[in-house]
Nanobody
Framework: QVQVAESGGGLVQAGGSLRLSCAYS????????MGWYRQAPGRQRELVAAISSGGTTNYADSVKGRFSISRDEAKDTLYLQMNSLKPEDTAVYYC?????????????????WGQGTQVTVSS
């Protein structure tokens, strides 16, 4: 059974940084892609960043140059480093693991979701 748990959210001032973590079990990164999504109140869930099993990454235009997705296979953990945060980055951030990379980029992932972690950026 795949289990996913995000952590690292919180309240930060605009211009600050946060690092989100996604601990997973029951799945091997070597054969699966992973991604970070976010959902703000009243808005649809959107892809923030994805990483393939080979390390290829993709970012939403709104976060390019500010956010970075990475993983530590030894710790079975996916990360999202968020720098230069803006109030519009405020959302619940979710980790999804185990979908195909193309599903993250072009469609809907069918992997496992975590419970989400709240990120609030104050102006």
């Amino acid at each position: 059974q795949v289990q996913v748990a995000e952590s690292g959210g919180g309240l930060v001032q605009a211009g600050g940084s946060l690092r989100l973590s996604c601990a997973y079990s029951g799945i091997h990164f070597s054969s699966n892609a992973m991604g970070w999504y976010r959902q703000a109140p009243g808005r649809q869930r959107e892809l923030v960043a994805a990483i393939s099993s080979g390390g290829t990454t993709n970012y939403a235009d709104s976060v390019k140059g500010r956010f970075s997705i990475s993983r530590d296979e030894a710790k079975d953990t996916l990360y999202l480093q968020m720098n230069s945060l803006k109030p519009e980055d405020t959302a619940v951030y979710y980790c999804n693991v185990g979908s195909r990379y193309s599903d993250y980029i072009y469609g809907e992932p069918n992997g496992s979701w975590g419970q989400g972690t709240q990120v609030t950026v104050s102006s």
